[in-house]
DNA sequence: CATCCACCGGAAATGTTGGGAC
DNA sequence: GTCCCAACATTTCCGGTGGATG
């Protein structure tokens, strides 16, 4: 890694930087803003990634009196880990597994009740896999329900009747607030915000931020482009070193997404990066892709899981946006799923 | 119109880990 | 310790899919 004398404070790059100010999202503003914790209603944030969901969540549900459960699905998976996550924030003990469910669900609501409750479910998708169909009817149906509110974001569906039950859809009553993909002019705006915190003065040529913000529209790769471009850059970052370093940043906002998954989840990927290099006319179907990971497994003297269980994490990798995946439920190559990368 | 492709995806089975009661 | 009961990851099993092909 190079030294580094660019960067001044690599904090406002990080994922998990949360600015003061945020870049125009006029509606959105102020349909949070009247978001009453209190109230016991429920919000689903939808849109793409890189909107400033998770962002706008954090930044306007801080409420006096009201405690926050964030909870990002993609690292507890299970109604049962939510659950014990709730847990945990709300008496600071911990509690292992070995219980049921549903004397969990029994503590929470003791501790439930005298004061309202923010529970943040982000990539809620992966919970959905699971049986987070059960939780959220549950929550819905939870004593005291008017103190405990939900804050549902998805990358994925822009509504839930899809995906869950129709009796916990119609007791959940979400109000669904979209989230569409920024514009050059904002991604570029938004850059230029955290640049000026992160980077030391006179550290970029405006091209370079030109250059990404006119290239992706996902906030949060743009965020770790420009943050790969300080660390690699000497001098001042120029349009010419954030072109170079184009793939590099990409490759790091995958090991980003992909860091709370498996290292199976990473071979299955890699399986799919190689096959895509070689194959640029050719598709690429679900058997090719598990040849491949088991060929992978051998490499790296790794036990290799079952063609089943790779199943689930071609599905998680799509949930991600890491591959497009279209679904053949019969016809000339059989019941197969035909994936493809999502290009940078 | 029967057969085949090649895997989907639900369900049951298996194995591991941890908890509480005795 | 022993026993039983959870949660959970993973494997095993298998019925099913629908256009192409002959």
């Keep these: 890694m190079a030294s580094n004398n660019l960067l001044r404070d690599p904090d406002p790059l990080k994922p ?9 999202r006029e509606n959105t503003v102020s349909q949070l803003s009247e978001f009453d914790p209190s109230s016991g209603r429920n919000l689903l944030l939808h849109g ?23 909870i990002s699905c993609d690292q507890f998976t299970t109604q049962y880990q939510v ?5 945990q924030i709300l008496t600071h003990e911990e509690i292992g597994t070995g219980h ?53 974001i998805s990358s994925n569906h ?42 030391r003065p006179q550290s970029l040529h405006r091209e370079a931020l030109g250059y990404i913000a006119s290239t992706t529209q996902n906030a949060s790769q743009a965020l770790h482009w420009l943050r790969v471009a300080a660390e690699n850059t000497e ?19 995958v090991d980003h997404l992909l860091q709370p998954f498996t290292e199976h989840h990473r071979l299955v990927y890699q399986a799919i990066e190689e096959l895509d290099e070689e194959n640029k006319v050719d598709t690429v179907n679900t058997g090719a892709v598990y040849q491949r990971y088991q060929d992978l497994c051998q490499a790296y003297e790794e036990e290799s899981l079952s063609n089943r269980r790779i199943s689930d994490y071609l599905k998680q990798l799509e949930l991600l946006n890491l ?17 493809n990368l999502i290009p940078f």
Excluded: M
Aim: net charge negative; with cysteine; charged share 30%.
């Design 323 to 339: 591959i497009n995946v279209k679904y053949y439920y019969g016809g000339q190559n059989g019941k197969t799923r035909e994936i």
């Design 48 to 70: 793409p990634r890189g909107t400033g969901k998770t962002t706008f969540a954090h930044h306007f549900l801080q409420f006096d009196d009201t405690t926050t459960c964030y």
């Design 83 to 87: 659950l014990k996550q709730v847990y």
């Design 158 to 199: 822009s509504s839930l009747k899809e995906q869950v039950e129709e009796r916990t859809y119609s007791s959940l009553q979400t109000n669904r607030i979209p989230f569409e993909p920024y514009d050059g002019e904002t991604v570029y705006q938004l850059l230029k915000n955290r640049a000026e915190k992160a980077l």
């Design 16 to 24: 998990s930087y949360l600015p003061e100010t945020l870049v125009d």
């Design 100 to 152: 049921h469910t549903s004397d969990l669900q029994r503590k929470i609501e003791e501790r439930t009740g005298q004061r309202p409750v923010v529970l943040i479910l982000d990539e809620v998708d992966f919970l959905l896999l699971n049986d987070g169909g059960s939780l959220l009817y549950y929550l819905s149906r939870i004593e005291n329900r008017e103190n405990l509110s939900l804050i549902l």
């Design 235 to 253: 001098q001042r970052i120029t349009e010419e070193d954030v072109a170079s370093l184009k793939d590099q940043a990409y490759r790091e906002y």
